[in-house]
């Protein structure tokens, strides 16, 4: 395993972790979350993601559960949670002080831990003034219920607020952000957050690698009844099936078909080689990646050892399929 500086800090993350969005407290039982978080550790993972919002809780209460069964050392692990939708009650959501204070509370009880490495603003709440949310996570960090904060899919302009709020207060600054990056979706990581990257050494812990599956091919000839765009009562999942069956979505699909052809001049899985072009840009911190069966983390880290294969002659083929880079 490699791990990285998490931005602007002393600490370090496994450039590959394992969220639980999905699949844990929801589509598998607590077991096989058990065996997935018990491989990722075995193959050095460290760093393990949820949110208060996940399964309703249970996601948080299933990756405790495995945190507590496999007794490691809490110094060798990096768990991070994220707040914003924590119930239906009209305090229990954004990021008002009551509900960051409330909500790392009913996080850590749900996990059954002290403290969080890192507590995410799992989105932007322009309801509430920055002022407020940038001295809600600095008081939760005091009292080391957290060690950094982050956001999860701010804008640029967003998060420079925070820093300029946090400056002027001398308060404690974002340290990380979140946000979706995968070869599908771009703009934010290779652009719009380049200052952030340049000016503040900001972090990025981004999600959906694979888009889902998307990337890994698997959706190439149809749904496969054990994937998570099968799943029938999940409406984030009703949406990304549907949105496969338009032009948008068989564009993708060819050229994932295309991608699967050179993985193989690699001689490795699409997901691997997805994987590894998020793992070589060097603004990315760690590549928060899923699983539903320990198999798709051990083939998953892997894309490790890809990375130094993929030479610029390798990405410009890349660039040619893709035909998505956005413009500077
Ligand atoms: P991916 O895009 O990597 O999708 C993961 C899913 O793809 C797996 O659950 C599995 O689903 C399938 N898969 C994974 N590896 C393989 C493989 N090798 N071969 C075939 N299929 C594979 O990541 P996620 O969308 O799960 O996002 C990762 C994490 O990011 C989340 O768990 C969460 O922690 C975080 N996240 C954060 C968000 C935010 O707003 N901040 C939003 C979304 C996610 P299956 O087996 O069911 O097909």
Redesign the pocket.
């Given at each position: 395993m490699e791990y990285r500086y998490l931005g602007n800090s002393g600490l370090m993350v496994s450039a590959l972790s394992?969220?639980?969005?999905?699949?844990y407290g929801g589509?598998v039982s607590p077991e096989i979350a058990q065996k997935c978080m018990k491989t990722a550790f075995d193959l050095g993972i460290n760093f393990f993601?949820?949110?208060e919002v996940y399964a309703g809780g249970q996601c948080e209460i299933d990756m405790g559960v495995a945190i507590r069964k496999f007794g490691w050392a809490r110094s060798d692990l990096v768990i991070s949670t994220?707040l914003f939708w924590g119930g239906k009650g009209r305090n229990e959501r954004g990021l008002s002080r009551k509900h960051i204070i409330e909500g790392t509370d009913a996080s850590l009880k749900r996990l059954q831990l002290d403290y969080v490495d890192l507590l995410?603003a799992?989105r932007p709440d322009p309801d509430t003034p920055m002022e407020e949310i940038v001295r809600a996570f600095n008081h939760v960090i005091n009292q080391g219920k957290a060690f950094y904060w982050g956001t999860?899919?701010w804008s640029a302009q967003q998060i420079t607020e925070a820093h300029a709020v946090a400056g002027r207060l001398n308060l404690i600054a974002p340290l990380m952000e979140?946000p979706?990056y995968?070869m599908f979706h771009r703009d934010r990581i290779e652009k719009e957050y380049l200052p952030l990257f340049k000016n503040y050494k900001m972090g990025a812990t981004i999600?959906?690698?694979?888009?889902?599956?998307l990337?890994?091919g698997?959706y190439n000839d149809g749904i496969?009844g054990?994937?998570?765009?099968a799943l029938q009562d999940n409406a984030v999942m009703k949406r990304l099936r549907d949105a496969l069956d338009t032009d948008d979505g068989r564009v993708k699909i060819t050229k994932v078909k295309k991608l699967a052809l050179l993985a193989q001049q690699l001689d490795c899985?699409t997901?691997q080689l997805a994987l590894a072009w998020c793992l070589k840009n060097p603004n990315v911190s760690s590549v928060?990646?899923?699983?539903?069966?320990p198999s798709?983390i051990e083939?998953?880290v892997k894309a490790l050892t890809i990375v130094p294969l993929l030479t610029e002659e390798i990405m410009t083929s890349l660039e040619d399929i893709l035909a998505n880079k956005p413009a500077l």
């Open positions: 394992l969220g639980g969005w999905v699949t589509q993601d949820t949110a994220k995410y799992h999860s899919e979140q979706q995968n999600w959906s690698p694979l888009a889902s599956g990337l890994s698997k496969p054990d994937s998570r765009l899985s997901s928060i990646t899923g699983a539903s069966k798709q083939e998953n």
